[in-house]
Antibody, heavy 120, light 107 residues
Framework: QLQLQESGPGLVKPSETLSLTCIVT??????????WGWIRQPPGKGLECIGSISYSGSTFYNPSLSSRIIISMDTSKNQFSLTLGSVAAADTAVYYC????????????WGQGTLVTVSS | DVQMTQSPSSVSASVGDRVTITCRASQGIAGWLAWYQQKPGKAPNLLIYAASSLQSGVPSRFSGSGSGTDFTLTISSLQPEDFATYYCQQANNLPWTFGQGTKVEIK
């Protein structure tokens, strides 16, 4: 059974870089059947798509964040990562990684989420 | 970006009630709409995809309909485990966007 698990620091200082990793178990991230995404949710608020990476490594970034984000994959570790630079308090959120299946346009499998707080 | 507006923002209902949540897109999105359920402290869980297709393992009391700009999620007979927040999500245009959520509360 495919599972996703986010990992990374829970506290980041303003202006610094947030780095999160999503470890995938149960299948290969290079399987042509899957695409991988990051979604965040500020405390008490709604959901925002950050970006995604395909099984072949092509990426899409939300234009509102594109100048600050990089999504990459490490096939040797079967994981993909999010880097968000120049963070501010507004980037405080629960960050989720999720999977989309080929031919589908929704996220059908999510990690449990990790809270990242931006504070000095 | 495509704006997704859900109504109501919250609804109070009793076990056994029929509950309907609507989602309106700021422009046509064909049938590229999904619905998620989220419980406190948990990740969202996919209920409906492609506007009306029931995700595997989701109870049949959940159903979705609509196309273009107007969509609905219906819970035919509310169960205790259904008290949660529900989100719609469009996938017709990048970036994908979500509605602001509808909280279903116990009356």
């Amino acid at each position: 059974q495919l599972q996703l698990q986010e990992s990374g620091p829970g506290l980041v200082k303003p202006s610094e870089t947030l780095s999160l990793t999503c470890i995938v178990t149960g299948d290969s991230i290079t399987s042509g059947s899957y695409y991988w995404g990051w979604i965040r949710q500020p405390p008490g608020k709604g959901l925002e798509c950050i970006g995604s990476i395909s099984y072949s490594g092509s990426t899409f970034y939300n234009p509102s964040l594109s100048s600050r984000i990089i999504i990459s994959m490490d096939t040797s570790k079967n994981q993909f990562s999010l880097t968000l630079g120049s963070v501010a308090a507004a980037d405080t959120a629960v960050y989720y990684c999720a999977k989309r299946s080929s031919g589908r346009w929704d996220f059908d499998n999510w990690g449990q989420g990790t809270l990242v707080t931006v504070s000095s | 970006d495509v704006q997704m507006t859900q109504s109501p923002s919250s609804v109070s209902a009793s076990v056994g009630d029929r509950v309907t949540i609507t989602c309106r897109a700021s422009q046509g999105i064909a049938g590229w709409l999904a619905w998620y359920q989220q419980k406190p402290g948990k990740a969202p869980n996919l209920l409906i995809y492609a506007a009306s297709s029931l995700q595997s393992g989701v109870p049949s009391r959940f159903s979705g309909s609509g196309s273009g700009t107007d969509f609905t999620l219906t819970i035919s007979s509310l169960q205790p485990e259904d008290f949660a927040t529900y989100y719609c999500q469009q996938a017709n245009n990048l970036p994908w966007t979500f509605g602001q959520g509808t909280k279903v509360e116990i009356k």
